[in-house]
């Protein structure tokens, strides 16, 4: 499998490119500001891009999708609800050769978020979150029903995942550019919170959190 992260222009966004090295077929992930240097570094691979995948419809992560569209034959994949060409059903798979793409539907920060699960024999699980669950933090949300998707969806399909399984998310707003399923479940205060009150008590106090422990 070829897996890169790519820092894009706008507010600490990541592309990413996911390829199958045997078929030389490719998806690009959320090319943001940047689309130019992601279909560079495929050309540089030898990919052909087939997909191009949007974690959620926000601007700054679906701003290069035009550019990508006019210079490739890609299909555009959204979640449930998304104006995509493809928009795969939670948990439906999609191929590169060797390499599978399950999509996990991950409402809350948005309703048509989902997660992609980069998958291949022999190679550690790769989830990109978009915005869903960044390193030690979570997606924006309200207070109400979307808090709820979105803590539903951490912990019921996310934390369900294979402790090795690699987390990368739509930007650096984390202590990291990646983490682990196993290491978010132990010291991610959001997820450490015993309950969805509690969840959401802190979404109102992540401020005053951030100053108390030191979070930038």
Known sequence: MIFEQIVTAGDRTYAYLIGDESSKKAAVVDPAYSPED????SGELGLEVVYL???HGHGDHTNGNSHVLSHTKAELVTGPGGSGDVTPADGESLSLGEVDLTFLHTPGHTSDGVCILATAEGVTPKLCTGDTLFVGKVGGTGFGSDAREEYDAIHDKIMKLADETEIW???NYGVAPS???EHERETNPFILRGSFDDFVDLKRNWEQYK???GIK
């Open 211 to 213: 100053i108390e422990h």
């Open 179 to 181: 983490s682990t399923v």
């Open 169 to 171: 998310p739509g930007h």
């Open 53 to 55: 995948i949007n974690t």
């Open 38 to 41: 992601v279909l560079a570094r």
